[in-house]
């Protein structure tokens, strides 16, 4: 992937950005109210062309927060032709599993065994704010499907944002592998490289992103 040129990035809601990923495609993402809130949308085309895009809420995959170095790193272009969706907000409901270290073994007996420590450790809980309040509920694993539309607690930021989107482009839907790993569930091999990003800088260029530092 190219090395980015632009070391400033200006926020205006409602701006509507292509991202080219490390696979060649495109997608689309939408600035939201509050800095660096956006939305995502299951938009995937292999030319930077959208002229005939409407994006609602329908085509949504999920809304987050990311991190400045995410919109200075990666590979934005802006779509003046694309107008935003008017009915998408950002979701401030939460999955917390928690705050502990914890180290993962994944694809365990396989040649692909790979460890990992990451934040969390279970169990998980859902996150509300109520009253400037935060509320927790427990939620089973069992409970994963009832809580696809709700993103792990937490911001994102380059080069691992970037893997994921690549990832719901190709499997068609919102991937999420850390959630998913959260909630014990299989890991498709295509994950591996998330991990990794998520794991160390190191692998950065291995995967086609930008060195930071």
Same mark, same amino acid.
């Not at 949308?41 to 995959?61: C, T």
């Not at 200075?72 to 950002?90: C, F, N, R, W, Y």
């Not at 014990?184 to 991990?195: A, K, S, V």
């Given at each position: 992937?190219?090395? &980015?040129?632009?070391?400033?990035?200006?926020?205006?809601?409602?701006?509507?950005? &292509?991202?080219?990923?490390?696979? @060649?495609?495109?997608?689309?993402?939408?600035?939201?109210?509050?800095?660096?809130?956006?939305?995502?949308?299951?938009?995937?085309?292999?030319?930077? #062309?959208?002229?005939?895009?409407?994006?609602?809420?329908?085509?949504?995959?999920?809304?987050?927060?990311?991190?400045?170095?995410?919109?200075?790193?990666?590979?934005?272009?802006?779509?003046?032709?694309?107008?935003?969706? &008017?009915?998408?907000?950002?979701?401030?409901?939460?999955?917390?599993?928690?705050?502990?270290?914890?180290?993962?073994?994944?694809?365990?007996?396989?040649?692909?065994?790979?460890?990992?420590?990451?934040? @969390?450790?279970?169990?998980?809980?859902?996150?509300?704010?109520?009253?400037?309040?935060?509320?927790?509920?427990?939620?089973?694993?069992?409970?994963?499907?009832?809580?696809?539309?709700?993103?792990?607690?937490?911001?994102?930021?380059?080069?691992?944002?970037?893997?994921?989107?690549?990832? /719901?482009?190709?499997?068609? /839907?919102?991937?999420?592998?850390?959630?998913?790993?959260?909630?014990?569930?299989?890991?498709?091999?295509?994950?591996?490289?998330?991990?990794?990003?998520?794991?160390?800088?190191?692998?950065? #260029?291995?995967?086609?992103?930008?060195?930071? @530092?």
């Amino acid at each position: 992937m190219a090395t &980015s040129t632009a070391k400033r990035f200006i926020w205006k809601s409602g701006k509507v950005l &292509s991202l080219r990923l490390r696979n @060649g495609q495109h997608t689309l993402l939408q600035l939201l109210d509050g800095k660096w809130r956006f939305a995502a949308f299951n938009i995937f085309r292999d030319r930077d #062309e959208w002229d005939d895009v409407y994006l609602s809420a329908e085509s949504l995959l999920f809304t987050n927060i990311a991190v400045k170095q995410f919109f200075i790193e990666s590979e934005l272009t802006p779509q003046k032709g694309v107008a935003p969706a &008017s009915d998408v907000h950002h979701e401030e409901d939460r999955i917390s599993a928690g705050d502990t270290p914890t180290k993962y073994r994944l694809w365990k007996d396989s040649p692909n065994e790979f460890d990992i420590t990451l934040i @969390g450790g279970g169990p998980n809980r859902l996150r509300k704010i109520v009253d400037y309040n935060e509320l927790f509920t427990p939620i089973a694993n069992s409970e994963y499907e009832e809580y696809l539309h709700i993103e792990m607690k937490g911001v994102q930021n380059y080069p691992y944002l970037n893997e994921r989107l690549m990832l /719901c482009g190709e499997f068609g /839907c919102n991937a999420d592998p850390k959630k998913e790993l959260m909630f014990d569930r299989h890991l498709p091999l295509e994950y591996r490289p998330y991990f990794e990003l998520l794991a160390h800088t190191d692998n950065y #260029e291995k995967y086609g992103y930008n060195p930071l @530092g």
